[in-house]
């Protein structure tokens, strides 16, 4: 069977012709307006990046390739006949647009256990010189840009690499880093919480199961989890922060280890996917405050006091969504399968009922609804991963199969530096006078 890159390299020239044939025939063509609420309101809503691996509607939520969560449950191939997909299936699917065989998934599986076997030792030496309490984000970031010195694309570049062939070395060095991000991951959560003792790569397993294996979890369940939780945080559409800082700083050329490690660092703020650190923080002041099986009414009055203390409610929100989260859904269904009567999953399920409403009768918030931070932390607690400031990493390993795969294509579609106009207030001012 052909691999990977042989069936994207069939599929680049006729999406090359086919974005040269929208240019001819639209490019004049207007896709919006933009309103001064636009420019100072974070460019909410404006159409202004080209993402081909995925699409966020607001009712239904994200669609990988055209495909639901739900779609993909059934259709990419898990590790076992029914079982979550492994997120190797997605990546294959992001990347070419087609739904995978068992057989190709395999075989990516073993081709990312290759790339991804051995961690430079420069890694774990320079992990272990940053001072103790390092967030591992930091280390994560870190960590992605001291692979940078064997950036393929970089030394293509510096040889001069014509245009067309960008995509090629950019592909190695996605696949190289996606496939070491399992290990990276679990050196920080190894060296941070159990003093450095290493567990070795698993050639055997699969990339998400190697990643729960390596930091010290193994079991079928858990190993289901990491799969599904490594399959739904992969892609978002190119907006959110994380994926539109790795698209901005690809833009200028930069390698694929400095564009991920610049979304990285967008991912590490609160308002995006910190708030899966945040989410668990708060529940447990919840517990301490009024304890596991707090009522209703308790409850609501805790939303009531983060939110007049001037804090967000984590978990909740969205800035494009506007229905629950599918990728709170599908977690949430996870847990009715495999944990119904855990207290701190019945917590959560107390707060959708009770938070939407209050949010609503607050009156500020375009969505009330919960978004896959909210869920996220409770399964991995179940399974014994509590160390909540190492959630973010996780999405993070997660979050490079999307925005790798869209950097990939924007190379092999020739898509040029990203550079839009800013305006002061005395020239908008000026202007609209
Ligand atoms: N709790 C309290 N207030 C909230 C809120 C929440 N969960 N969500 C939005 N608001 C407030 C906003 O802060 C804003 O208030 P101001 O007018 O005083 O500034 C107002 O409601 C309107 O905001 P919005 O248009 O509904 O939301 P935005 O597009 O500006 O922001 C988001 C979206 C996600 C940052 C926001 O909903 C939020 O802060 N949520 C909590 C953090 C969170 O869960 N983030 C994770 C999102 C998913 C991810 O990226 O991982």
């Given at each position: 069977?052909?691999?990977?890159?042989?069936?994207?390299?069939?599929?680049?020239?006729?999406?090359?012709e086919?974005?040269?044939?929208?240019?001819?025939?639209y490019?004049g063509?207007?896709?919006?307006?933009?309103?001064?609420?636009?420019?100072?309101?974070?460019?909410?809503?404006?159409?202004?990046?080209?993402w081909e691996?995925?699409?966020?509607d607001?009712?239904?939520?994200i669609?990988?390739?055209g495909?639901?969560?739900?779609?993909l449950?059934?259709m990419?191939?898990?590790?076992?006949?029914?079982?979550?997909?492994?997120?190797?299936?997605?990546?294959?699917?992001?990347?070419?647009?087609?739904?995978?065989s068992?057989?190709?998934?395999?075989?990516?599986?073993?081709?990312?256990?290759?790339?991804?076997s051995s961690?430079?030792?420069?890694?774990?030496?320079?992990l272990?010189?940053?001072?103790?309490?390092?967030?591992?984000?930091t280390?994560?970031?870190?960590?992605?840009?001291?692979?940078?010195?064997?950036?393929?694309?970089?030394?293509a570049?510096?040889?001069?690499?014509?245009k067309?062939?960008?995509w090629?070395?950019?592909?190695e060095?996605?696949?190289?880093?996606?496939?070491?991000?399992?290990?990276?991951?679990?050196?920080?959560?190894?060296?941070?919480?159990?003093?450095?003792?290493?567990?070795?790569?698993?050639?055997?397993?699969?990339?998400?199961?190697?990643?729960a294996?390596?930091?010290?979890?193994?079991?079928?369940?858990?190993?289901?989890?990491?799969?599904?939780?490594?399959?739904?945080h992969?892609d978002?559409?190119?907006?959110?922060?994380?994926?539109?800082?790795t698209?901005?700083?690809?833009?200028?050329l930069?390698?694929?280890?400095?564009?991920?490690?610049?979304g990285?660092?967008g991912?590490?703020?609160?308002?995006?996917?910190?708030?899966?650190?945040?989410?668990?923080?708060w529940?447990?002041?919840?517990?301490?405050?009024i304890?596991?099986?707090p009522?209703?009414?308790?409850?609501?009055?805790?939303?009531?006091?983060t939110?007049?203390?001037?804090?967000?409610?984590?978990?909740?929100?969205?800035?494009?969504?506007?229905?629950?989260?599918?990728?709170?859904?599908?977690?949430?269904?996870?847990?009715?399968?495999?944990?119904?009567?855990?207290?701190?999953?019945?917590l959560?399920?107390?707060f959708?009922?009770?938070v939407?409403?209050?949010?609503?009768?607050?009156?500020?918030?375009?969505?009330?609804?919960?978004?896959?931070?909210?869920?996220?932390?409770?399964?991995?607690?179940?399974?014994?991963?509590?160390?909540?400031?190492?959630?973010t990493?996780?999405?993070?390993v997660?979050?490079?199969?999307?925005?790798?795969?869209?950097g990939?294509w924007?190379?092999?579609?020739?898509?040029?530096?990203?550079?839009?106009k800013?305006?002061?207030?005395?020239?908008?001012?000026?202007?609209?006078?």
């Amino acid at each position: 069977v052909p691999d990977l890159k042989s069936v994207l390299k069939e599929k680049i020239p006729e999406q090359q012709e086919r974005l040269k044939a929208i240019k001819k025939q639209y490019g004049g063509k207007e896709l919006g307006k933009v309103t001064v609420d636009m420019t100072i309101g974070g460019m909410r809503g404006i159409t202004g990046v080209l993402w081909e691996t995925s699409l966020l509607d607001p009712e239904e939520g994200i669609r990988f390739r055209g495909y639901s969560i739900p779609e993909l449950q059934q259709m990419l191939p898990g590790a076992k006949p029914g079982g979550e997909p492994l997120p190797e299936g997605l990546l294959w699917l992001l990347l070419t647009g087609e739904i995978p065989s068992k057989e190709q998934v395999d075989a990516l599986s073993a081709e990312l256990a290759e790339r991804g076997s051995s961690i430079p030792a420069h890694v774990d030496t320079m992990l272990t010189s940053l001072p103790p309490g390092t967030h591992p984000m930091t280390q994560f970031s870190m960590a992605v840009l001291a692979l940078q010195p064997d950036s393929k694309f970089a030394q293509a570049y510096a040889k001069g690499v014509p245009k067309k062939d960008y995509w090629d070395p950019v592909y190695e060095d996605s696949m190289n880093l996606i496939a070491k991000l399992p290990g990276i991951a679990a050196l920080i959560y190894r060296n941070t919480y159990f003093g450095g003792k290493k567990i070795p790569h698993d050639s055997n397993l699969d990339w998400a199961a190697n990643l729960a294996h390596q930091m010290g979890h193994d079991g079928e369940e858990v190993y289901e989890l990491t799969r599904l939780y490594q399959t739904i945080h992969t892609d978002h559409e190119g907006g959110n922060v994380s994926a539109h800082a790795t698209h901005l700083v690809g833009s200028a050329l930069s390698d694929p280890y400095f564009s991920f490690s610049a979304g990285l660092n967008g991912l590490a703020g609160p308002l995006h996917g910190l708030a899966n650190q945040e989410v668990l923080r708060w529940l447990f002041d919840v517990t301490k405050k009024i304890g596991q099986t707090p009522s209703k009414e308790e409850v609501e009055k805790f939303v009531w006091d983060t939110l007049n203390s001037g804090r967000v409610i984590p978990g909740f929100g969205h800035a494009v969504l506007r229905k629950t989260d599918p990728r709170y859904t599908c977690q949430r269904e996870f847990a009715q399968k495999h944990l119904p009567d855990d207290p701190m999953f019945r917590l959560v399920s107390l707060f959708y009922e009770v938070v939407p409403g209050v949010l609503l009768e607050q009156g500020k918030v375009k969505n009330p609804w919960p978004n896959v931070d909210a869920h996220s932390g409770v399964l991995l607690q179940y399974y014994g991963i509590k160390e909540e400031n190492f959630y973010t990493v996780l999405f993070g390993v997660s979050r490079a199969i999307g925005v790798l795969s869209q950097g990939i294509w924007s190379r092999a579609l020739g898509l040029p530096i990203e550079r839009p106009k800013s305006i002061t207030m005395e020239a908008l001012e000026r202007k609209l006078a």
